[in-house]
């Protein structure tokens, strides 16, 4: 299997483009500050991974914007310390100001010559249009959650954008799934029977960070640690 196989990328956004795990640890400082004993980096992604899945699950039709302002409450009674309707509102609404990778806006500019790009997103179409401004290139087309009903790891998340997809000529054989989250990409894609590529972001941390634990390791079909470098492996291959 080579890069050159597929003429479509599909992505998740945040973790594989935006490094929403920064964004995170950034703006839940007003929180984390309150917290009597240190919270490591890790501890604060592990906590936020855990509220976050749940919610996702009894909530799926709720905006992720609204979802990510009732973590921030859940986190504040985990931790012990208050937390106001506003700062929590304001948590909902800072995904707007979450970083993308430095190597994510050249890469994607690259594989826009050669593929369709297409975003499969755990967010709301408002949030992602700020986000959407750091990326620097148009896309094909965007599902988010709030267009589907439903967050990942559920299948219909894939069902959706498949179907979608298929209306634009796009078969599935010829998509690559690519993903930092083992949790909410990799184990649907091959569940699926999707062709993967893994963004390893985490290449030099422990654990699964802001995202749940999959459990059984899924497979994938190309290992990255950047953007830069899935674009870099193409470049060879035509050259091939």
Known sequence: MRLTDFNTLTFDCYGTLIDWESGMVEALRPLTTKVKAPLSRNAILEAHARHESSQQLHTPTKR???????????????WGVPASVEECMRYGQSVRNWPAFPDTAGALQYLKK??????????????????NQKLGVEFDAIYTAEDIGSYKPSLHNFDYMLEKLAGLGVTKDKILHTAESMFHDHKPANQMQLASCWIYRRHNDEGFGATMNPGDMPKYDFRFTSMADLAKAHQEQLRA
């Not at 050669?114 to 986000?131: G, H, R």
């Open 64 to 78: 992720y914007s609204e979802l990510l302002a009732i973590v921030y409450k859940r986190l504040a009674e985990e």
């Open 114 to 131: 050669y593929y369709k790009l297409v975003i499969l997103s755990n967010v709301d179409n408002e949030t992602f249009s700020y986000s």
